[in-house]
């Protein structure tokens, strides 16, 4: 396969090599998705992976799956050219359950079958900050979907993303590829986002023939609002459609020798809109407010779903002291 990139202007050189970092460091690394408060790696009660951008940059990964086997704990395997099968604890499969996935604190599994059906999530790459793996029950505290652990993937803050970038390739299986972004401020606190991102890859081998094609089309902003010290708001907004080939069989019990099998292309496509509030007063007290709508479409011979969602989460964190010093959320 021969393919090709080009950059412009970025404007982050690598970081030294991860080996060379102090132990101290790396368990002094901040997440949030355990506790739903920020806390360093070393004080997390659980089993929590980081997947961070210098990890994304030097990973040769092209999709949100592919970065997932860089999680030790993560059964990460391709099904075919568009399909995955991603779980923790065992039970693989593409449907498999229980392992709750989020993107920026929004729910991106399907109720159909509580899992997610991966080839619907695309974003660049580029963008994300981290992405925090928990195994086990441990990411609970985000419902019942998350038995099994939970993905959180964070996005930079649009202050992060100034100036413009490009990406571009293509190849004999990657047949084409690019990534357009520009960010800037309106201002000295708002800073924004916008970018577009497009691909298609061809048909994985088969010697009866596949046809398992993926084309993709996403479109989406960012704006965050910082209004003083301690209130900040985010805005985001996303759009996306495409297609996943793939063969659909019906069978008949009673005949089950006369199996009829079709070719097709599921049209996959949906948005999003979201709005979050934070205001932080001190350390260890906060008050969050998020809501976001949701519409996902997916249309296919076997079935067909168009849905619908719309959530509100508040969230208010206080330390008290007594009889602990602990925090309550």
Not at 102 to 129: H, K, N, Q
Not at 181 to 204: M, P, T, V
Not at 213 to 236: E, K
């Amino acid at each position: 396969m021969v393919t090709g990139t080009v950059f412009a202007n970025q404007g982050n050189p690598l970081k030294q090599n991860i080996t060379d970092i102090p132990l101290e460091e790396l368990m002094n690394m901040k997440v949030s998705t355990v506790s739903r408060k920020t806390q360093k790696l070393s004080d997390t009660p659980a089993a929590v992976f980081v997947i961070s951008q210098e990890d994304i940059r030097r990973s040769s990964a092209n999709s949100i799956p592919e970065l997932l086997r860089m999680a030790p704990g993560l059964s990460v395997a391709r099904i075919d050219a568009n399909k995955w099968s991603v779980t923790s604890r065992g039970f693989s499969g593409r449907f498999a359950d229980d392992l709750l996935v989020m993107i920026d604190g929004r729910t991106v599994y399907s109720p159909l079958f509580a899992g997610t059906l991966w080839e619907t999530l695309d974003l660049p790459l580029e963008d994300i900050e981290r992405i925090e793996v928990i195994r086990g029950p441990s990411g609970t505290i985000w419902g019942a979907n998350a038995a099994n652990g939970a993905i959180h993937i964070i996005t930079k803050n649009a202050k992060a993303t100034q100036g413009s970038l490009v990406t571009s390739g293509g190849g004999s299986e990657e047949r084409g590829f690019t990534t357009l972004r520009h960010g800037g401020k309106i201002g000295e606190n708002l800073h924004y986002r916008l970018y577009s991102k497009g691909f298609a890859r061809d048909n994985s081998f088969s010697p009866s023939g596949a046809n398992d094609s993926w084309r993709m089309g996403t479109v989406g902003f960012r704006a965050d609002w910082d209004i003083n010290a301690n209130n900040a708001i985010t805005f985001q907004g996303q759009y996306y459609g495409g297609k996943a080939g793939q063969n659909t069989t019906f069978v008949n019990p009673q005949e089950p020798e006369l199996a009829l099998t079709r070719v097709e292309d599921a049209n996959l496509s949906g948005g999003h809109a979201l709005v979050r509030w934070q205001r932080t007063t001190s350390d260890r007290s906060s008050t969050a407010l998020q809501a976001y709508y949701d519409r996902t479409h997916r249309d296919e011979l076997s079935f067909r779903e168009s849905r619908q969602t719309v959530d509100v989460d508040f969230q208010q964190r206080f330390p008290i002291k007594i009889p602990f010093n602990q925090d309550i959320i």
